[in-house]
């Protein structure tokens, strides 16, 4: 016992020379998780849908790290086969996954259009399945890897005018699963991060309504919305060897929003 108890150290939680593909990482979240992995030592692969890259670029490079860039649309199935190819030919290894791009389209429920829910259903489920798929066939050549995918406090509970969006964050949790089962056995973990209401330029407008604002705060026991660091040390603990007797969960980043009424 004394052995085991020895040889834990925060480089338990170092991710150098690891290489981490980040969806939808030039802005908000995913740029969170990408520049918290690349603090911890890791390589970058981002795929990105909109042009703007350069923020997390300067970041990325500012703490000594590679990052490449892959620009498509995820639920186009040539652009989304292409992407571990892309990673193994720049890098060699994929070591952990963040599927974290995703769109919600609000829309009152009886009216809600066919079109937005299939968009939805595809790029916030369908394809976390389809490229943790395909990168969990090389963890599998590798004997390890983080797939870690990205809930939401919806992931628990429903709200109005947003449908698709619940549906695939709840499937989320049950594709995490799945992916902790089948993989587990092979050193591969997959979990969840779920975060809460975060302060970002996506809910600008949102936060600017204080009815909705004060709504929201209230119901968080910490008293106000997360920041972006808020979940960097989470995405570093689960793409790292700390986590790796942790698989198939969800961990909730929220100030406490999902343990209140």
């Not at 599927?99 to 809600?112: D, H, K, L, P």
């Amino acid at each position: 016992m004394e052995e085991q108890l020895k040889r834990f150290s925060m480089d338990y939680f170092s991710l150098k020379g690891k290489v981490a593909i980040v969806t939808g990482a030039n802005m908000g979240l995913g740029m969170a998780y990408a520049v918290a992995f690349a603090k911890a030592g890791a390589d970058l692969f981002i795929t990105h849908f909109t042009p703007e890259v350069e923020t997390v670029k300067t970041l990325i490079e500012a703490e000594g790290r590679r990052v490449v860039f892959s620009r498509g649309d995820l639920t186009d199935k040539t652009y989304l086969k292409s992407v571990a190819p892309a990673c193994m030919q720049a890098y060699g290894r994929i070591d952990i996954l963040v599927n974290n791009a995703g769109i919600s389209t609000f829309g009152a429920f009886a009216e809600y259009p066919d079109e937005a829910w299939k968009s939805c259903i595809d790029l916030d489920l369908n394809a976390v399945y389809y490229l943790s798929h395909d990168v969990a066939k090389i963890m599998l050549q590798q004997k390890s890897g983080k797939i870690i995918n990205i809930g939401s406090a919806l992931s628990y509970a429903s709200d109005k005018m947003c449908p698709p969006y619940t549906v695939a964050k709840h499937g989320i949790l049950g594709l995490t699963k799945v992916f902790a089962n089948e993989l587990g056995a092979y050193n591969i973990q997959t979990n969840a991060i779920s975060p809460g209401f975060l302060a970002t330029e996506v809910n600008r407008e949102l936060r600017a309504d204080p009815n909705f604002y004060n709504k929201i705060t209230n119901r968080i026991p910490a008293g106000r919305w997360g920041d972006l660091d808020d979940l960097m040390g989470t995405a570093v603990f689960l793409a790292s060897r700390a986590s790796d007797y942790v698989n198939g969960w969800s961990i909730s980043v929220d100030g406490g929003f999902t343990t209140t009424l």
